[in-house]
């Protein structure tokens, strides 16, 4: 991705809140790779939630700046699983922000529970690290 000069703060820099767009949008696009449409799944009566957020900023991205952002997902307990990411700046790869965004699912009574394709993801990120 790159950097849009609209995405800047007063500083010239990334304003914050505007990574979680980056974020996220890498992990509905690592959902996408594995299998899993995140719309599809919605209209299915999943509804994938976040529950906490926890983002380290550690140096800021400015305009025109080339990044990629990772993801890797890990369970966190019986019905939570976590993203584990990173904002690494190109070429020379220095990471600009660690996060870890937890997340459920909830189904149509709004009762957590773990649903299959989430847990064969979940199985196959256990058997790829």
């Known amino acids: 991705m790159e950097v849009r000069d609209y995405e800047l703060d007063m500083q010239g820099v ?3 809140a505007v990574y979680q767009n980056y974020i996220e949008h890498a992990r509905h696009l690592f959902l996408k790779a594995s299998g899993l449409d995140f719309a599809e799944i919605t209209r299915s009566g999943i509804h994938l939630v976040v529950t906490r957020v926890e983002l380290d900023y550690l140096a800021p991205l ?3 700046d ?3 952002v990772t993801v890797a997902m ?3 307990s ?3 699983w976590g993203f584990r990411q990173e904002i690494l700046r ?3 790869s220095k990471p600009m922000l ?3 965004v937890v997340g459920t699912s909830l189904d149509e009574r709004g009762r957590a529970h773990l649903p299959t394709e989430i847990e064969e993801l ?3 990120s256990v058997t790829d690290s």
């Open 14 to 16: 990334v304003n914050n």
């Open 62 to 64: 400015k305009s025109g």
């Open 66 to 68: 080339r990044f990629v």
């Open 74 to 76: 890990e369970q966190i």
């Open 78 to 80: 019986r019905l939570r």
């Open 90 to 92: 190109q070429p020379e």
């Open 98 to 100: 660690r996060a870890l």
């Open 122 to 124: 979940l199985k196959a």
